[in-house]
């Protein structure tokens, strides 16, 4: 990992907040061999594969899970989130290069039961009882996720999307659109040739 990379972090911190860093960079190091920075308190429980990319950051209060040996999570380069980032991997999650993410995040593979017509968990059985359904997940290059979106299982974000405040994305998402609301839809499109954002 490129050392200008911890300098631009450190020269804008005071002197408390500098050995908190060195402490969350030390950690790390520990754990991830190709170069994230995660900043703590976060938790990591994993029983299944992290692929963390070059020069990555996760904020403080990031939960990130596998809950099978099967379970992957893959991270492009140049990865940026806030706080509270939560993501939830069953199958998979995959994220391109240069995301980035505010506040309040969370992404999940699975959900706890089925509810279509032919195949319908009961709400009499507790929810932590009910099978673990699952659908990959992937996010494409230079995707920004707003403030307190939900990305739902099944789901493949295209890539240089927008994705406003407070979104639920139930859909996919056609690349170079910006989405907005619940369930999230598409309200603007990039036009090359005319070098700006359309409404659609």
Known sequence: ???????????FN???LNIRMLIDLIYSLLNFRIGAFLRFPSEIR??????????CRFGRYSTIELFNKDSLLKVGDGFR?????HIGVVSSVTIGTNVLVASG??????????????NSSSP????????LMSSPIVIGDNVWIGEKVTILPG???GRGVIIGA?????????EYSIVVGVPARIIKHYDFTLEQWVKI
Do not use: A
């Open 105 to 118: 995040v969370f992404i999940s593979d699975h959900s706890h039961g089925y509810y279509s017509r032919s």
């Open 155 to 157: 789901v493949n974000v």
């Open 81 to 85: 989130s806030n706080s509270y980032l």
């Open 124 to 131: 009499n059985i507790p929810p932590v009882l009910r099978p």
């Open 166 to 174: 407070g979104c639920v994305v139930t859909d996919d998402i056609q």
């Open 14 to 16: 005071g002197i408390l």
């Open 46 to 55: 994993s029983r299944g594969c992290i692929q963390i990319g070059k020069n």
């Open 1 to 11: 990992m490129r050392l200008s990379f911890f300098w631009e972090l450190i020269k």
